[in-house]
Structure formats: structure tokens, C-alpha cells
């Protein structure tokens, strides 16, 4: 059904910054969140922060707080992840993802994944 995309990722050096972005389709809900999250390496997925598409509430994981900012564009159905002063511990998968529900977390939760993108940061 709903399908998301992302882009953006590449190579970086710490201290840079990169926006990635989502983009959705095929939505037709009234009340849903969609977020990101990201999986280094050996390492279990980890949330980073979503924004509700009703309310523009959003919630952020504590590696993410004062560096990282979510933010949309409900015409185009996208979500950004604008990620600043990058240090080489943010190389992961980056993955968008839909819940249906309030958004948590909690990846469990989420009903819709996209295929990521990979951030590297070099030091």
C-alpha cells in the first residue's frame, strides 16, 4: 500500500551537514507519523525522531536532540531529517518509516518502511 523513499545519504566529514528526505505515496490517513530511524552496523535499529503529520508534534531520540530537526512538506508528502554538526558515530542506514498510530519510539509500532539510505561520516 504505502510506499516511502528515501534520499539524500552520502559521505561526509564530521562537522558537516546533510538533509535527508522521504517522500510518500499512496496516503490516505487522517491520523499518522512518520519518522526515521537508523541501523549501524552490528547494531540494533535505533529511533531518531518523527514528526505527526496532524500537529507537527515531534519527538526525538537523545542522539538526535539540538543537532538533528524533522520537518515536512504535507503538498509533497515528504518529510526532511536535517542533521547537523555529524559526528562519524551517525554512520547508519537511515530508514523512513509510517505509523498509523500517534508515532512513538518504538519501531514495533510502525506500520511502513522505506528501503534507507546510507549515511557515512568520516573523521
Known amino acids: 500500500q504505502v510506499r516511502l523513499v528515501e534520499s539524500g545519504g552520502g559521505l561526509v566529514q564530521a562537522g558537516d551537514s546533510l538533509r535527508l528526505s522521504c517522500t510518500a505515496s499512496?496516503?490516505?490517513?487522517?491520523?499518522?507519523?512518520m519518522g526515521w530511524f537508523r541501523q549501524a552496523l552490528g547494531k540494533e535499529r535505533e529511533f531518531v525522531g518523527v514528526?505527526?503529520?496532524?500537529?507537527?508534534?515531534?519527538l526525538y531520540g537523545d542522539s538526535a536532540k539540538g543537532r538533528f530537526t524533522i520537518f515536512r512538506d504535507g503538498a509533497k508528502n515528504t518529510i526532511y531529517l536535517q542533521m547537523n554538526s555529524l559526528k562519524p558515530e551517525d554512520t547508519a542506514i537511515y530508514y523512513c518509516?509510517?505509523?498509523?498510530?500517534?508515532?512513538?519510539?518504538?519501531?514495533?509500532?510502525?506500520?511502513?518502511w522505506g528501503q534507507g539510505t546510507q549515511v557515512t561520516v568520516s573523521s
Open positions: 518509516a509510517l505509523d498509523r498510530g500517534l508515532g512513538t519510539g518504538d519501531s514495533r509500532t510502525y506500520d511502513y
Open positions: 499512496r496516503l490516505t490517513f487522517s491520523s499518522y507519523a
Open positions: 514528526i505527526r503529520w496532524s500537529g507537527d508534534g515531534t
